[in-house]
């Protein structure tokens, strides 16, 4: 996958899990797994392309300012 498949899946993992109300646990719960793997994919694939990111909040801001950038 590339950088920008992942991270598209990745964000669109974030913005469900937010959508999800509390009272669903497990649903949460299989976001929340798949959401860390594709956060891992993301800051593997970020390290190999020479992307600096500071922390995986950085990583995650960047991944959004990516998308942002790729819709323009």
Known sequence: ????E???VYTDLVNAENEIPNEEFYAKEQINA???KYHNLLME???AERIYFADRFDATRKAFELLQ???V
Do not use: D, F, N, P
Request: glycine residues 0%.
């Open 69 to 71: 950038k790729v819709k």
């Open 1 to 4: 996958m590339t950088l920008i």
């Open 6 to 8: 992942i991270a598209e």
């Open 34 to 36: 798949l959401r860390t």
């Open 45 to 47: 694939r970020m390290t």
